[in-house]
């Protein structure tokens, strides 16, 4: 093995002298770093092929520090990863040397791993669905759906770096990076259009110039060849990583400022609002507020490196439940994403907003809807289906979703979810009382009056009614 060594060292090394063979209880060689960067520089092939000779070499001869010192160089050099895994240092696989190389390069599966792909997979599937719900609003459903996704690929990016699986799939560098610049603007304009029916104009586009720049700024990086890709990641060089990550941070505190002030504004103390509505906004805000101070930590002690072995377990887990907890209530509350409010309270006293006091509706039409509308819910009982919305609603009503809005708030001083699950409410009472009626099923008793679950329709009657369908039967 010595002479085979020495054949090898000599025709990489026949210009210098410096190769000192020692041979005492165990062989080694000891280079000079003079002698290596001359000739790694001269001949870049031939340093590879030296790496991997000399990290076999030493892990034959249990030296294990040494081993793993070429095995590094080789990995960043050669860009073969799966390197590691050879079965030649078996040898030195307990080494505290190997262990903490192999902890860096190895695939790990752990919880994590598993965890951020199940939420990243749930939510990417939920954001999907969600554009397929016609009947409710479709901006509402796409600016959420929006948001739900690029949480999921994040998510899912994120976990391919404690796993080490990001160098075995290279060309997820940057893979969510590039919406970066989308939280604040989708959350924010989310809670404009649900609170204040907002309709996006032209000025609005500059919302996306931030995205358009760095789309411009990265483009070259995902252009990159796979090699180069992974060269980056070992290297742990990533272009523009600290200033996109700065940006981000403060393009989320600012415009979760500005959902903030609204939500303290119109929804906090607001008597109108649905108490699921209320639950749904708050929580909202409290997970996004959780998860930017997650990334505030991350980016002040991991991106600029105060600390080299950030845990990013906290921000993964901020994600996951605003990622779960979207794509729960998607399940349990379809319609939810699309109902906001319709007035607001402010100094005690109800007000209109401004959009109905200039809507132009006559207090002639405005009766004449009422009337229509009492028809439609007594005599048609349009509550019963389970698919009716604000805007079905107006299309019965032969008018605006906007006048159908105003009437229900004016004449009944609810919002049209309010409204609804009143009616079914009262309707369901009438099918459970009765002697024949104590046997009914609960769950058929919702969906006849046109609730979708029963979850849903357990927390309206007991909001209504203090007691639980199952209390009302029995008592």
Sequence with gaps: MIIIVLLISS?????????????KDNYSLLFSDKIYKKESNKSSIDSILLFKEFALFYAKENKAE???EYLEKYIKSSLD??????SYFDSIGNSSSYIELADKYHKKLDFWW????????VGVFISVVLNFRKRFDKIANLLMSAFLFQHS???????????????????????????????????YFYFKRVILQYRFVWLDVLHLVPTGLLLFLLLPVYSLPVEEKLRIMLNDERPYITLVSDVKLMSLLAYMILVIRMYVKLVVGNSLISKVQHNWQRNIVILCSIHIASYVVYNILKIHRVIDDFPVHFQIVSIALLILYISYMAFVYPSIFGEGLIVIKEGGKQKELDKYRKSGLTETLSIELKEKLLFLLNQEKVYMKNDINLQKLAELLDTTRHNTSQIINEHFNL???????RYRIEEAK??????????????DVAYEVGFNNK???????KKYNRITPSEYVKS
């Design 11 to 23: 025709s990489l090394y026949s210009s210098t002298n410096e190769i000192e063979i020692r041979n």
């Design 66 to 68: 040494l081993a793993c």
């Design 81 to 86: 990863v799966s390197f590691i895994e050879h």
């Design 114 to 121: 598993i965890l951020c792909l199940y939420v990243g997979f």
């Design 153 to 187: 690929i994040f998510i899912i990016n994120i976990s391919l770096l404690p796993t080490n699986y990001e160098f075995y799939l290279p060309h997820s560098l940057y893979l969510s990076t590039l919406f970066s610049f989308l939280y604040g603007p989708l959350i």
């Design 415 to 421: 919002n049209f979810f309010e409204l609804i699950n």
């Design 430 to 443: 009438k099918l459970l009382k009765g002697e024949r009626n104590k046997k009914v099923n609960i769950i």
């Design 455 to 461: 979850v849903t329709f357990n927390k309206s009657f």
